[in-house]
């Protein structure tokens, strides 16, 4: 009879333990804007601002200027296409134009 006291003790306390819940989902922001610093302030090559601006969260990223101070991209995310200047001395984003297409 003890033994049997016992589990249905300990069945009874294990129920009213609070029960695992998964933590929620947070919501990550992808934002990119004007003087966000993509690569900490150091230089980068046109090839390294492609894949920046991919992980950022970006798509289909396109290299048209990889001249001069800054190099300039086209990229979608979503259904939205934008032109992104990066500056090739700091890989800062200098500008981010949506286009209209």
């Known amino acids: 009879m003890r033994k049997n006291t016992w589990s249905a003790l300990a069945l009874a306390f294990s129920l009213m333990l609070p029960v695992a819940t998964p933590a929620p989902a947070l919501a990550v922001s992808v934002d990119i804007h004007v003087g966000s610093s993509l690569n900490f302030g150091r230089a980068i090559t046109c090839r390294q601002g492609q894949r920046l601006i991919?992980?950022?969260?970006?798509?289909?990223?396109?290299?048209?200027?990889?001249?001069?101070?800054?190099?300039?991209?086209?990229?979608?995310?979503?259904?939205?296409?934008?032109?992104?200047?990066?500056?090739?001395r700091t890989g800062r984003?200098?500008?981010?134009?949506?286009l209209r297409r």
Not at 61 to 79: L, N
Not at 93 to 98: I, K, N
């Open 93 to 98: 984003v200098v500008d981010v134009r949506r």
């Open 54 to 88: 991919e992980n950022r969260g970006f798509r289909s990223v396109r290299r048209i200027d990889c001249r001069g101070r800054t190099y300039v991209y086209h990229a979608r995310r979503g259904d939205r296409h934008f032109e992104i200047a990066l500056s090739s």
